[in-house]
């Protein structure tokens, strides 16, 4: 069976731009990543719980996506390298280099939003660890909103 190679030749000028980037940010700037699958159901109980009483008193809904950003906040604040960014230049030998950490007092979160027609854009939600629920929630509503619906 031979594998059909596909035609990168017609790519759309926006899908090319976001590649560039994106392959010259994974190249120049370190990434971390971590996975892990926990058991939510109670995590859930309680927001199904601050979900309608959230709503009546803020005039908008609490989403989930709203709740695992603070919590991403709050597990930073606790972890505050995983906030930081190594200054490392590339003309260094590695063995006599002693790295820098940079710490950042904002906690920005890139959320991945799926686009119609196969698109995908990444907000920023600057600042998340100094704003509230409701704070996070009147930010991220409409920004997601308006990627969804034009």
């Known amino acids: 069976m031979q594998l059909a190679i596909a035609d990168w030749s017609h790519m ?25 699958e ?8 309680v927001y ?3 979900r309608d009483g959230f709503a009546a008193k803020y005039g908008h809904r609490l989403t989930v996506n709203t709740l695992m950003l603070k919590i991403l906040a ?12 190594i200054n490392l230049p590339k003309d260094i030998d590695p ?13 920005d979160v890139a959320v991945p939003c ?4 196969d698109a995908t854009l990444s907000l920023i939600m600057r600042d998340c660890g100094n704003k509230s629920f409701a704070v996070l929630s009147a930010m991220a509503l409409p920004a997601f909103s308006a990627l969804m619906h034009g």
Do not use: C, Q
């Open 74 to 85: 709050e597990g930073i604040k606790l972890a505050p390298r995983m906030n930081a960014s």
């Open 95 to 107: 063995a006599t280099y002693d790295v820098e950490f940079i710490m950042h007092d904002s906690i």
């Open 38 to 45: 926990p058991d939510v159901t109670d995590l859930m109980e």
């Open 12 to 36: 759309e000028l926006t899908r090319r731009l976001v590649a560039f980037s994106t392959a010259n940010g994974w190249s120049a700037i370190p990434h971390m990543s971590f996975t892990y």
């Open 48 to 50: 199904e719980s601050m």
């Open 114 to 117: 799926h686009l119609p027609a």
